[in-house]
């Protein structure tokens, strides 16, 4: 935790200090809140999974004009609830991509907006166009939008709750999205925009259909890299990390990128499958990339493996878990200078213009 200055931008950092921004003033703020830093499917002590809140206002209201979610993995509506952002107020959701652990807490998130705010507006659902990968199938963000609500349908409840109160749509949670969906592309596209802020997106490698963000307004940009991976997918290769992310991210305040720990490499003995440790970006490599592309702040999120756990799932933690020191030692060793930030969910960071 702490409070520095930095080109004319000053930052709050750290877990549970909002309102704490000294001066109560109209200055423009942006504040990014990692609603959950779970890496991949499975659970740690009640870690939500991944997502992050960017919310850009003035420091009167909190930073609360506009409230974009990146990708919703399980809890983050509890996880949003804990910091007073009803998921009704929310302005939009982006996907990185449609793997469960970044798009399961949808459901619940937009099953209660049309619980109790079923007359709109709608929430903005922004993500990849369909593609059919390699092997066939399609990837298709639209469609996971659009059926949201199908095992509520079938199992009757959405007719017995309209019976309750038909004001609601009777289509049920799908209705209330706006899904908006682009064609990635290595060169950065304006996905989304709203007054002073706009958000741009590019095609990255994890999945098919991967994409990362870059938010920019008054108070300070964030890129939002996802799962993001080199397009080479696997050693031999400059880096693990994304060079589609790396251009995004130049003279970023804040790069927020999920991030694998070295020792789940195939030297570490954990067993973790290499393709799958391939397909993440390392922590010292997100080091060299934030270093390369001038970016202040590095938080990262799910993490694999959470902090203090000894397993990543089924395969084991050599040390016997992780500390934060550990993640930042190895983010060190690229010769990365600039701030490093790791925690548990809703670990934040403030800039604020001054
Ligand atoms: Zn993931």
């Not at 393709?275 to 202040?296: E, H, N």
Request: net charge neutral; proline share 7%.
């Amino acid at each position: 935790m702490g409070n520095l200055k930095l080109r004319g931008i000053s930052i709050l950092l750290g877990l549970g200090l909002a309102g704490m921004a000294g001066t109560a003033q109209a200055a423009p703020c942006m504040e990014v809140v990692l609603t959950g830093v779970q890496g991949g499917p499975p659970v740690f002590q009640g870690q939500a999974g991944a997502g992050t809140l960017v919310r850009y206002g003035t420091e009167e209201n909190k930073c609360s004009d506009v409230l974009l979610q990146f990708d919703a993995g399980r809890g983050t509506t509890q996880q949003l609830s804990k910091i007073g952002v009803p998921v009704g107020k929310l302005n939009a959701v982006f996907f990185t991509h449609v793997h469960s652990d970044h798009s399961e807490g949808l459901m619940d998130m937009m099953q209660l907006r049309w619980h109790f705010n079923s007359g709109g507006p709608k929430i903005d659902m922004v993500c990849s166009d369909d593609i059919t990968a390699p092997k066939g199938h399609i990837m298709s963000c639209r469609s996971y939008g659009a059926n949201l609500g199908a095992a509520l349908i079938a199992s009757g409840e959405m007719a017995q709750r309209l019976a309750e109160n038909p004001k609601r749509l009777p289509g049920g949670p799908s209705e209330l999205l706006n899904i908006m969906t682009f064609m990635g592309s290595d060169d950065a596209q304006t996905v989304w925009e709203k007054g002073d802020v706009k958000v741009t997106a590019v095609k990255s490698r994890h999945v098919p259909g991967h994409a990362s963000y870059r938010v920019d307004t008054p108070a300070g940009s964030v890129v939002i890299g996802g799962d993001a991976g080199n397009d080479t997918p696997a050693p031999p290769r400059n880096a693990s990390t994304s060079a589609q992310v790396e251009a995004l991210a130049q003279g970023a305040d804040v790069v927020v990128h999920s991030v694998i720990h070295p020792i789940m490499g195939p030297d570490g003995e954990s067993g973790f499958p290499p393709p799958i440790y391939f397909r993440q970006s390392t922590a010292t490599d997100l080091g060299g990339l934030s270093q390369r592309a001038g970016v202040k702040h590095l938080m990262l999120t799910h993490h694999i493996p959470p902090l203090g756990a000894s397993k990543q799932g089924p395969y084991p933690v050599k040390k016997g878990g992780l500390s934060a020191d550990d993640y930042i030692q190895a983010v060190r060793e690229s010769g990365y200078d600039g701030n490093i930030v790791i925690g548990p969910d809703l670990t934040k960071l403030r800039l604020v213009a001054e």
